[in-house]
């Protein structure tokens, strides 16, 4: 009979288990206490640490490929604000997931990697220095030993807090089994550095914007990291002012007066709008070339201010204050009085349910040039068949263009781009699956392009696995379409351009999934009735688009390159 942990030995003591006692063991009793759920794919630097979290009944999501299990990780975060976990063996394992760890690192997103790792006595001949390589895209490096496996596991968690960024917790090989020893000290953790807001700042602030006619504010993430949200939203309805967002901000001030995603995402008639603000306030966004839509976003002359707590990545428009974020939306809103008389009463289309539809103003016809579907009208036409309560996940490529201009969420957690940061596709399985595995209450939408869809096609299975309720789009252009757009357009050969047109629809049913393939509106039928009908399960729709059609940002992208 083989020994399990309910049995006991001849003194009447259950025996030590082989995942209990040494120091994978003690890692994983932190990664309990401190996570909510950990994303990974077992070898042998990390098998006695997920054996030790999976017996005791700890939730563990596998990936198929080491690339998803951080894809799936920072996703998780994205969905839920919550620090996430994630884990790989050594070597191949680490190096597999380096990609979607170099995103984290630029999408500055908490989650703490334990890896295996070279013994601490050398490299052997199939061996990297992974410290290195982390150090090489920004991250750094804990390595757990027998005198401070808990210590050191608790401090990766602290870091990744406070730092806001990927920490790599490794677990040296020949010490994974190692049992504990003497505590080792730590250092304490040096305080995060204050940034308080000065009195002469929030005046000169106060007076530019109740001086200003049309003022507009545009809030980022780090709003939401400051908790600043309501009352930044505050200083606007006082102001009267218009509101914008990034990606990673969308629908934060739910408000009537919200114009959207600022950058590329921005719909024409939105950006018209946009374009009339003589203030821009902006808080906690970065104002990257994205977000100012290569820096055509506001007409020249535009007064910015840029409020952050991170160093000023040097944006030539902005006066930039650095300052903790809510202290200072705080300080503003006791100095700002309510205005008689508003920029909103000169503009009241913007909370209008024709100014907030879906439809696509900017070009609503069914096809493109070459016959297949214009993609601007399937995703205006997928926002009002999919349920209201959705997670949008999206995956990288030239596809990226049209779901966030068109497809609407509950809230910023609800708009989830994994990818973006290190400009890389092949994301949207992994992610997509973290995003159902943080948020099963809502219904996973993964919008995909064929070209990122085929790379991360291993981890298409984990989605099915991890989803109660999903849809998949991909946008098949039987092409790279950025490369197309881009180069083809300026007469370099398209053939390593182009892909052999998959039917996603047909490798989800083999999967265990319905689908359809979509090449007209019509096509979109099934989708709705299935959606009507079906509690569980995954639905994959493959749609044909346009290989002529390109997205506003890329158009932008294009023509300030010359």
């Given at each position: 009979?083989?020994?399990?942990?309910?049995?006991?030995v001849?003194?009447?003591?259950a025996?030590?288990?082989?995942?209990?006692?040494?120091v994978s063991?003690i890692?994983?009793?932190?990664?309990?206490?401190r996570?909510?759920?950990?994303?990974?794919?077992?070898?042998?630097g990390?098998?006695?640490?997920?054996?030790?979290?999976?017996?005791?009944?700890?939730?563990?999501?596998s990936?198929?490929?080491?690339?998803?299990?951080?894809?799936?990780?920072?996703?998780?975060?994205?969905?839920?604000?919550?620090i996430?976990?994630?884990?790989?063996?050594?070597?191949?394992?680490?190096t597999?997931?380096?990609?979607?760890?170099?995103?984290?690192?630029?999408?500055r997103?908490?989650?703490?990697?334990?890896?295996g790792?070279?013994p601490?006595?050398?490299?052997?001949?199939?061996?990297?220095?992974?410290?290195?390589?982390?150090?090489?895209?920004g991250v750094?490096?804990?390595?757990?030993?027998?005198?401070?496996?808990?210590?050191?596991?608790?401090?990766?968690?602290?870091?990744?807090?406070?730092?806001?960024?990927?920490?790599?917790?490794?677990i040296?090989?020949?010490?994974?089994?190692?049992p504990?020893?003497?505590?080792?000290?730590?250092?304490?953790?040096?305080?995060?550095?204050?940034?308080?807001?000065?009195?002469?700042?929030?005046?000169?602030v106060?007076?530019?914007?109740a001086?200003?006619?049309?003022p507009?504010?545009?809030?980022?993430r780090?709003?939401?990291?400051?908790r600043?949200?309501?009352?930044?939203?505050?200083?606007?309805?006082?102001?009267?002012?218009?509101?914008?967002t990034s990606?990673?901000?969308?629908?934060?001030?739910?408000?009537?007066?919200?114009l959207?995603?600022a950058?590329?995402?921005?719909?024409?008639?939105?950006?018209?709008v946009a374009?009339?603000?003589?203030?821009?306030?902006?808080?906690?966004?970065?104002?990257?070339?994205?977000?100012?839509?290569?820096?055509?976003?506001?007409?020249?002359g535009?007064?910015?201010i840029?409020?952050?707590?991170?160093p000023?990545?040097?944006?030539?428009?902005?006066?930039?204050?650095?300052?903790?974020?809510?202290p200072?939306?705080?300080?503003?809103?006791?100095?700002?009085?309510?205005?008689?008389?508003?920029?909103?009463?000169?503009?009241?289309?913007?909370?209008?349910?024709?100014?907030?539809?879906?439809?696509?103003?900017?070009?609503?016809?069914e096809?493109?040039?070459?016959g297949?579907l214009?993609?601007?009208a399937?995703v205006?036409?997928?926002?009002?068949?999919?349920?209201?309560?959705r997670?949008?996940?999206m995956?990288?490529?030239?596809?990226?263009?049209?779901?966030?201009m068109?497809?609407?969420?509950?809230?910023?957690?609800?708009?989830?781009?994994?990818?973006?940061?290190?400009?890389?596709?092949?994301?949207?399985?992994?992610?997509?699956?973290?995003?159902s595995?943080?948020?099963?209450?809502?219904?996973?939408?993964?919008?995909?392009?064929d070209?990122?869809?085929?790379?991360?096609?291993?981890?298409?299975?984990?989605?099915?696995?991890?989803?109660?309720?999903?849809?998949?789009?991909v946008?098949?252009?039987?092409?790279?379409?950025?490369?197309?757009?881009q180069?083809?357009?300026k007469?370099?050969h398209?053939?390593?351009?182009?892909?052999?047109?998959?039917?996603?629809?047909?490798?989800?049913?083999?999967?265990?999934?319905?689908?359809?393939?979509?090449?007209t509106?019509?096509d979109l039928?099934?989708?709705q009735?299935?959606?009507?009908s079906?509690?569980?399960?995954?639905?994959?729709?493959?749609?044909?688009?346009?290989?002529?059609?390109?997205?506003?940002?890329?158009?932008?992208?294009?023509?300030?390159?010359?």
């Open positions: 009979m083989t020994s399990t942990s309910t049995e006991l001849a003194d009447g003591k025996p030590v288990l082989p995942d209990e006692g040494h063991a890692v994983a009793d932190v990664v309990a206490e996570a909510r759920h950990l994303f990974g794919l077992m070898g042998n990390n098998a006695h640490l997920i054996s030790r979290l999976t017996r005791r009944g700890f939730p563990f999501t990936a198929r490929h080491e690339s998803a299990t951080v894809a799936m990780a920072d996703a998780y975060h994205r969905a839920t604000g919550d996430a976990a994630a884990t790989t063996t050594y070597g191949a394992g680490f597999n997931a380096y990609t979607t760890l170099a995103e984290a690192r630029m999408a997103i908490p989650l703490v990697l334990v890896v790792d070279a601490s006595t050398g490299l052997r001949p199939f061996d990297i220095d992974q410290a290195k390589a982390a150090e090489a895209a750094v490096t804990l390595v757990a030993r027998p005198g401070n496996a808990a210590a050191i596991t608790h401090r990766a968690f602290d870091l990744a807090l406070q730092t806001v960024q990927p920490v790599v917790l490794a040296p090989y020949d010490l994974a089994t190692a504990p020893s003497a505590p080792e000290p730590l250092e304490p953790l040096p305080v995060k550095p204050a940034w308080p807001a000065e009195p002469d700042d929030l005046e000169r106060a007076a530019l914007l001086a200003s006619e049309r507009l504010i545009l809030g980022g780090g709003v939401l990291l400051a600043a949200v309501e009352p930044l939203r505050q200083v606007g309805d006082r102001l009267g002012a218009l509101f914008m990606v990673m901000a969308a629908n934060a001030f739910d408000s009537p007066w919200d959207g995603i950058g590329g995402f921005t719909r024409s008639h939105r950006l018209d374009r009339r603000a003589d203030l821009v306030l902006v808080v906690g966004a970065s104002l990257n070339i994205f977000q100012t839509r290569y820096g055509t976003l506001f007409p020249e535009t007064k910015v840029r409020v952050d707590n991170e000023d990545p040097g944006h030539p428009a902005a006066d930039y204050i650095r300052a903790d974020i809510r200072f939306i705080e300080g503003l809103l006791e100095r700002i009085p309510t205005a008689s008389s508003t920029w909103r009463s000169q503009v009241p289309d913007v909370s209008e349910a024709e100014f907030r539809s879906s439809v696509p103003s900017e070009d609503p016809v096809f493109g040039p070459d297949r214009n993609p601007r399937v205006a036409a997928l926002d009002r068949i999919l349920p209201a309560e997670s949008v996940v995956d990288g490529g030239h596809f990226i263009g049209w779901a966030p068109y497809l609407s969420v509950p809230d910023p957690h609800a708009m989830i781009l994994v990818g973006t940061a290190f400009q890389s596709i092949g994301l949207g399985f992994g992610s997509a699956a973290g995003v595995v943080a948020r099963p209450e809502r219904t996973t939408v993964l919008v995909s392009g070209g990122g869809g085929l790379m991360g096609l291993a981890d298409f299975e984990t989605f099915l696995r991890a989803t109660r309720k999903g849809v998949v789009v946008l098949n252009d039987s092409a790279y379409g950025a490369e197309l757009h180069y083809a357009a007469g370099l398209n053939q390593a351009m182009l892909i052999d047109e998959v039917d996603f629809a047909a490798v989800g049913r083999a999967l265990g999934a319905q689908g359809t393939k979509a090449r509106l019509a039928a099934p989708l009735e299935w959606l009507a079906h509690e569980e399960g995954v639905y994959v729709l493959d749609v044909a688009i346009s290989q002529k059609v390109v997205a506003e940002f890329m158009a932008e992208s294009v023509a300030a390159k010359g």
